[in-house]
C-alpha cells in the first residue's frame, strides 16, 4: 500500500513569491491533516480536513495561507507571499474514516526554504 | 496552556548504551499521551499510553506514563545506531489537536 505522498520534497523560494504544496493521502482515508515543523521544534496544525470539509483551521494564518480538498482526495497548500519565517517542513498526514486520533499516517513532507 | 515538553533535547549515546527520554504534559482533559519516531522527516508511531503504570513494550523500546506526576518516558536498551532520530512525545488536547513536544534528538555513535 503507497503512503502519503507530498510533494516536492524540497522547494526553495524568494521571499513574496508564491508557493504550493500537495498532497495526495493514502487511498481510502477520509482526514487529512497539513503541518508545519519549524527546526527543532514538533509539527504544529495547520488545518483538518473531513472529506472535503476543512473542520479545523484556526491554526491557518489566513492573510498568506489557504488550503484546499475539493474532491475530498488531494490537497494543496498554498502561501502567498512567502515570507523568511515561513522556512520550514510542511507536513501532510492521513488518517482512515473512525480511526483514533493518534492513527495519523505522516508523508515526508516538502522542506520549504525562503530566501 | 496546553503544552508539552521533552528533555533533554538532544542526546549522543555509543551503541549498546541504554537511554531514557522525558516528556511532561499539561493539557485539560488528558486522555491520552503519544510517542513518535522522526527519521528524516514523517513521523511514525510509537505507543499510547492512557493509563499510569502500565508499561507498553515493543522490543527494545518501552514507555510508562505517570498521570499522577504528568509525565511519561521512553526508554530504549541497548541502542543502535538506526536508534538515531528525533523522538517526539505528544498530547491530543480537549479540542482534538495534537500537541507535540519539541523533540528529543538522539544520535548513537557506532
Known amino acids: 500500500e503507497a503512503g502519503v505522498v507530498q510533494s516536492p520534497r524540497y522547494k526553495i523560494i524568494e521571499k513574496k513569491q508564491p508557493v504550493a504544496f500537495w498532497c495526495n493521502p493514502i487511498s481510502g482515508h477520509n482526514t487529512l491533516y497539513w503541518y508545519l515543523q519549524n527546526l527543532g521544534q514538533g509539527p504544529e496544525l495547520l488545518i483538518r480536513?473531513?472529506?472535503?470539509?476543512?473542520?479545523?483551521d484556526s491554526q491557518l494564518p489566513k492573510d498568506r495561507f489557504s488550503a484546499e480538498r475539493l474532491k475530498g482526495v488531494d490537497s494543496t497548500l498554498k502561501i502567498q507571499p512567502a515570507e523568511l519565517g515561513d522556512s520550514a517542513v510542511y507536513l501532510c498526514?492521513?488518517?482512515?474514516?473512525?480511526?483514533?486520533?493518534?492513527?495519523?499516517?505522516f508523508g515526508p513532507g516538502t522542506r520549504l526554504t525562503v530566501t | 496552556e496546553d503544552k508539552v515538553v521533552q528533555s533533554p533535547l538532544s542526546l549522543v549515546v555509543h551503541e549498546g548504551d541504554t537511554v531514557t527520554l522525558n516528556c511532561s504534559y499539561e493539557?485539560?482533559?488528558?486522555?491520552?499521551l503519544l510517542w513518535y519516531k522522526q527519521e528524516k522527516k514523517a513521523p511514525t508511531f510509537l505507543f499510547m499510553l492512557?493509563?499510569?503504570?502500565i508499561e507498553k513494550k515493543s522490543g527494545r523500546l518501552s514507555s510508562i506514563l505517570d498521570k499522577k506526576e504528568l509525565f511519561s518516558i521512553l526508554n530504549i536498551t541497548a541502542t543502535q545506531t538506526g536508534d538515531s532520530a528525533i523522538y517526539l512525545c505528544a498530547v491530543p488536547n480537549r479540542d482534538d489537536k495534537i500537541i507535540f513536544g519539541k523533540g528529543t534528538r538522539l544520535h548513537i555513535l557506532p
Open positions: 492512557t493509563s499510569s503504570g
Open positions: 480536513y473531513e472529506n472535503e470539509e476543512a473542520v479545523d
Open positions: 498526514a492521513s488518517s482512515p474514516p473512525q480511526a483514533p486520533l493518534w492513527e495519523q499516517y
Open positions: 493539557v485539560t482533559n488528558f486522555r491520552s
